[in-house]
């Protein structure tokens, strides 16, 4: 059972960065796929980037491309998101998501369904 636990959420102004990192422990070397969605008030949980372990292979959504940055370190088995720019649309519990399957080359890494493991997720908050 893989287990994933995110830090890094907290308040931060408009125009302001946060880092998230999610830590992943259990059988973690069999995770191909490793993916950050969002879900901010009142709304759907949405897609934000996803990253392939083996060839760092990265995917954004278009409303944090050029903000957001998706990063892997496979010794430590955890994955980060850089966030530059936040705004106050932002603001969602983020949450960190895997699995063993090679949804890249499915192209169903965008599929919050497509993710068996999830971790507890960690409140980011922009204010204006």
């Known amino acids: 059972q893989v287990q994933l636990v995110e830090s890094g959420g907290g308040l931060v102004q408009a125009g302001g960065s946060l880092g998230l990192s999610c830590a992943a422990s259990?059988?973690?070397?069999?995770?191909?796929?490793m993916g950050w969605f969002r879900q901010g008030p009142g709304k759907a949980r949405e897609f934000i980037s996803a990253?392939?372990?083996?060839?760092?292979?990265?995917a954004y959504a278009d409303s944090v491309k050029g903000r957001f940055t998706i990063s892997r370190d496979n010794a430590k088995n955890t994955l980060y998101l850089q966030m530059n720019s936040l705004k106050p649309e932002d603001t969602a519990v983020y949450y960190c998501?895997?699995?063993?399957?090679?949804?890249?080359?499915?192209?169903?890494?965008?599929?919050?369904?497509?993710?068996?493991?999830w971790g507890q997720g960690t409140q980011v908050a922009v204010s204006s």
């Open positions: 998501a895997a699995d063993m399957g090679r949804l890249f080359y499915s192209h169903t890494y965008y599929f919050s369904d497509a993710y068996k493991y």
């Open positions: 259990g059988p973690s070397f069999s995770v191909t796929t």
């Open positions: 990253i392939s372990w083996s060839d760092a292979n990265t």
